[in-house]
């Protein structure tokens, strides 16, 4: 791969800062490198002052994230980005927003994941979905799948709190096995529920999926969205 053609990307990050951090470290190891200059370059902008989420979609108390997270798609542009990326779920409610306001593609991660799942799994017909509440209130992968034919199943109400809960928490930087038996007991109920395939479809809860246990296969949007990078990067400018 010629470096000096590879494309850069850049990440608008910080939602939360961990999540960012985690999605740069599956970029770095799904990247074939065999010394420092085979890897990606990456501009992050990792903002935990970009406008809550939560506040504005679930407690419709908050700003509009969307034109915090314009600037910075706007930044990274300038400082040379060549496509972009957003590693959380919920914030994809404002990707046409931020697509409209920048000339380079920013890959899609609820897109990319429908597109994964479907492509590799034809015979599915209820996937469950694990993620914020902000995603299920948007309704993001709900439409998608639902145009394919396709029934989302979601956690109850009191299973979705105790997985809200831990999403907050996880943002805190502190958590453990409270957070992790929290993702575990929704996806035990999403299997029982009839679900043929799990999808972790939040960023924070990315970074505990290596703790998940479930006998259906579960697909992690983070790490879909990580090769996409990796794909994309290889591409020439």
Known sequence: MDNKK???????????????????????RATPAKDDIDHIHMLVDNNPKIPSRIKAIIEGTGESPAPCMIEMARNLV??????????????????NAVQAAVDV????????????????????????????????????????FKKKGLELITPSYSVQEKVMTAIRQIKTGHFGSREIKAANAAARELA??????????????????????????????????????????????
């Not at 395939?197 to 949007?221: G, P, Q």
Request: charged share 20%; aromatic share 6%.
């Open 78 to 95: 300038a400082w040379g980005a060549d496509f972009l990326v957003i590693p959380c779920n919920t914030a994809h409610y404002y990707y």
């Open 192 to 237: 029982l529920a009839g679900a043929d395939i799990l999808i972790v479809a939040c960023t924070e809860l990315s970074i505990i999926s290596s703790a998940l246990k479930s006998d259906v296969r579960f697909y992690d949007t983070s790490q879909i969205l990580a090769e996409a990078v990796v794909a994309t990067a290889a591409k020439s400018r």
């Open 6 to 28: 590879e494309k850069i990307v850049g990440i608008i990050g910080g939602m939360g800062p961990e999540a960012t951090v985690d999605m740069m470290s599956r970029i770095i």
């Open 105 to 144: 593609p920013i890959l899609n991660m609820i897109d990319l994941t429908v597109s994964t799942i479907t492509t590799e799994n034809p015979k599915i017909r209820r996937p469950g979905l694990l993620a914020s509440t902000g995603v299920l209130i948007t309704e993001l992968y709900k439409k998608r």
